[in-house]
């Protein structure tokens, strides 16, 4: 778990996991608070979606996402590494069942 999207009107807007350094650079600016029971695992919460801009938030989520992927098992990333996309994963499913459904008539 990297992030942490809420879906009802509260306190935080999202949260995420940073590094240690970026932590205390990050808690300083307004708009961005210590998260809940995870700040001491370096987590930091946006109190609206404007505490910066949608550029940096996508460079946070993806350092986020990078640095929880680092952390993991190898054979884990390798497999996440090479996952589709559900969608066609579920297209290719229905697919092949169609055309074993085909041949047996």
């Not at 940073?18 to 210590?34: Q, R």
């Not at 589709?84 to 055309?99: I, S």
Request: charged content about 30%.
């Amino acid at each position: 778990m990297y992030a942490v999207a809420m879906l009802e009107p509260g306190e935080h807007w999202l949260s995420l996991k940073c590094g240690k350094t970026e932590f205390g650079e990050l808690v300083e600016l307004p708009g961005i608070v210590p998260a809940p029971y995870l700040a001491r695992a370096h987590w930091i919460a946006f109190q609206s979606e404007n505490a910066v801009s949608q550029t940096e938030l996508q460079l946070l989520l993806t350092r986020a996402y990078s640095m929880v992927l680092s952390k993991l098992p190898k054979k884990t990333q390798t497999v996440l590494a090479s996952r589709k996309p559900r969608r066609k994963l579920r297209r290719d499913r229905k697919t092949a069942a169609r055309r074993r459904r085909t041949k047996k008539c």
